[in-house]
């Protein structure tokens, strides 16, 4: 069974910065097909950026380019999210996400049948 296990949540002022890890365990690795989530209470659970292909390419949301960046250490299994340039509209529970067959393209949150459990991110201004 796949585990995703996030870490590294926590509080920052705006404009502070965070790294989320996702380590992942059971997982096909090499097929990389992966994506962080996050979500605010009462609204839905969406994407902020996609891994695929194998880890060759990847796709931000528009409200996150230029500040988040997300990375890889094959050896470890982990998926990495660094966050920079923080705002309080960046307040979420983020959740990493993985689907077990090679992907040639981003997926909506339902078409990715693995998750972590979560790690809350709150920034202040």
């Known amino acids: 069974q796949v585990q995703l296990a996030e870490s590294g949540g ?7 910065s965070l790294r989320l890890a ?16 996050r979500q605010v209470p009462g609204e839905e659970r969406k994407a902020v950026v996609w891994i695929y292909a194998g880890g060759r390419f990847t796709r931000y949301v528009e409200s996150v380019k230029g500040r988040f960046t997300i990375s890889q250490d094959d050896a470890q299994k982990t998926m990495y999210l660094q966050m920079s340039s ?40």
Request: hydrophobic residues 35%.
């Open 10 to 16: 926590g509080s920052v002022q705006a404009g502070g």
């Open 22 to 37: 996702c380590a992942a365990s059971d997982y096909a690795w090499r097929n990389k097909c992966m994506a962080w989530f």
């Open 86 to 125: 923080l705002r309080p509209d960046d307040t979420a529970t983020y959740y990493c996400a993985a689907r077990g067959a090679l992907c040639d393209r981003p997926f909506g949150r339902h078409q990715y049948p693995f998750w972590g459990q979560g790690t809350q991110v709150t920034v202040s201004s």
